[in-house]
Every structure is written in C-alpha cells, then in structure tokens.
C-alpha cells in the first residue's frame, strides 16, 4: 500500500527543500507520496517545474501560514 | 531529445559565486541533466580538504548571511548532485601543480573525478553548454 511521507524542509533555503524531497523519492516506492513543507518561496514552482521535468506528479499544492506543502507521488 | 550536458567553469573563491555553481550544478544534475565541473584557480581554496564551511570560502556581499543563515554549505551540495545526478567534478591540473597538492590527497573527499587539463575540459564542452563563474 502506498504510504505519504512528510518532510519539513522548513527553515532551508533553495535549493534545500528539492534536494530533500528528491533524496527521499529516491528511497520511496513507485506510488508512495511525498509531502515537502517549504518556507522557500521557490519551492511552490520548483518542485512542479521539476517533477515536470523527470515525470513524478504532483498531487497538491497549498499555501499554509508562512510555508508551502507540495505533495509529490514517486511515479517512476 | 537528451539534454544537452551543463560545463561549468569556476574560477571564483567568493561565497556567492561558488554558492551559484553549486546552486546550478547540484539542481541541473537531479533534472536529468549531465554536468561536469571544473574547478580552478582560487575556487579550488574552498576545496581544500580538512576547511570546515566557515574557513572555505573568500567574502561577497551575501557571506555572511550565507554563514549565519540556514543556507546548504555550496561543497556539500555539490556532494548531494553528484550523489543524487550525474555530476563530474574536475581539478585543473595546473593549479594542482602550482600548489603542489595531490587531487585525492589535499581536496574534498569523494568529490572530485580526478585532475583535468583546460584542453580537454573545453573539449568535451563543446557538446554542451559552457558557463564560467
């Protein structure tokens, strides 16, 4: 069953909160999620551009008090 | 269409620059883009081995926010590229030799792919796209 991890990149600055979400998908199974708090106002276009790029899927964006949550699904 | 590789040449020691190459190198290496770094003149003194983050790097406006501020250290996130893409990171052989240092003995470990001549840096470069910092 696939399973959402959290990450609270919160508090990093760029590129901190991409490369903690891509170390975690790297040890994710195909289907399970990635849910990246980010204070980084980079991060809410960032992390799309870049699942975009190498084909993961995001699942949702949303903006919360002072942070970004982008939730990202390992697809590949 | 493969993506044409990234060469970066960084010649700079000041804080900001080499944080932008890191920044670029690291970022375009997890985007599925190749990237090969070469490292010379007075960038390769933040390379030295045994420098904690704090003696690395030479000034720049942003230094010491760099320093006091949550910012990934720029050597370190040229390890996360090069662990998490694909990522060569080059010594200039000449500057290797002015300083009488030894790639795997006075540089940042398991970091470096070895010492490399301008030459053929530039001449791989040109089936790619070629930055200088």
Same mark, same amino acid.
């Given at each position: 069953?696939a399973e959402?991890?959290k990450?609270?990149?919160r508090?990093?600055?760029?590129?901190?909160?991409?490369?903690?979400?891509?170390a975690?998908?790297?040890l &994710?199974e195909? !289907?399970?999620? %990635?849910?990246v708090? $980010?204070?980084?106002? @980079?991060?809410?276009?960032?992390i799309?551009a870049?699942c &975009?790029?190498v !084909?993961?899927? %995001?699942?949702?964006? $949303?903006?919360?008090? @002072?942070?970004?949550s982008?939730?990202?699904?390992?697809?590949k | 269409?493969?993506?044409?590789?990234?060469?970066?040449?960084?010649?700079s020691?000041?804080?900001?620059?080499?944080?932008?190459?890191?920044?670029?190198?690291?970022?375009?290496?997890?985007?599925?883009?190749?990237?090969?770094?070469?490292?010379t003149?007075?960038?390769?003194?933040?390379?030295?081995?045994?420098?904690s983050?704090?003696?690395?790097?030479?000034?720049?406006?942003?230094?010491?926010?760099?320093?006091?501020?949550?910012?990934p250290?720029a050597?370190?996130?040229?390890?996360?590229?090069k662990?998490?893409?694909e990522?060569?990171?080059?010594?200039?052989s000449?500057?290797?030799d002015?300083?009488?240092?030894?790639?795997?003995?006075?540089?940042?470990?398991?970091?470096?792919?070895?010492p490399?001549?301008?030459?053929?840096?530039?001449?791989?470069a040109e089936?790619?796209?070629?930055?200088?910092?």
């Amino acid at each position: 069953m696939a399973e959402r991890q959290k990450i609270d990149a919160r508090g990093a600055f760029c590129p901190g909160p991409l490369m903690e979400l891509i170390a975690a998908l790297k040890l &994710a199974e195909i !289907g399970d999620e %990635v849910d990246v708090w $980010s204070s980084d106002k @980079g991060s809410a276009s960032d992390i799309p551009a870049w699942c &975009a790029k190498v !084909g993961h899927s %995001v699942v949702e964006t $949303s903006e919360h008090d @002072g942070y970004w949550s982008v939730v990202v699904r390992k697809a590949k | 269409m493969q993506t044409k590789p990234l060469y970066i040449m960084l010649c700079s020691g000041e804080h900001e620059k080499i944080q932008l190459a890191a920044m670029v190198a690291s970022v375009a290496a997890v985007s599925d883009r190749p990237v090969e770094v070469f490292v010379t003149m007075n960038a390769i003194l933040a390379f030295e081995r045994g420098k904690s983050p704090a003696e690395r790097y030479q000034g720049g406006h942003f230094h010491e926010m760099f320093k006091t501020q949550n910012v990934p250290d720029a050597v370190e996130l040229f390890g996360q590229g090069k662990m998490l893409g694909e990522m060569k990171v080059w010594c200039c052989s000449m500057v290797l030799d002015l300083k009488h240092w030894d790639c795997d003995k006075n540089l940042t470990e398991d970091l470096f792919d070895g010492p490399l001549g301008l030459a053929k840096f530039l001449a791989d470069a040109e089936s790619g796209e070629l930055i200088t910092i």
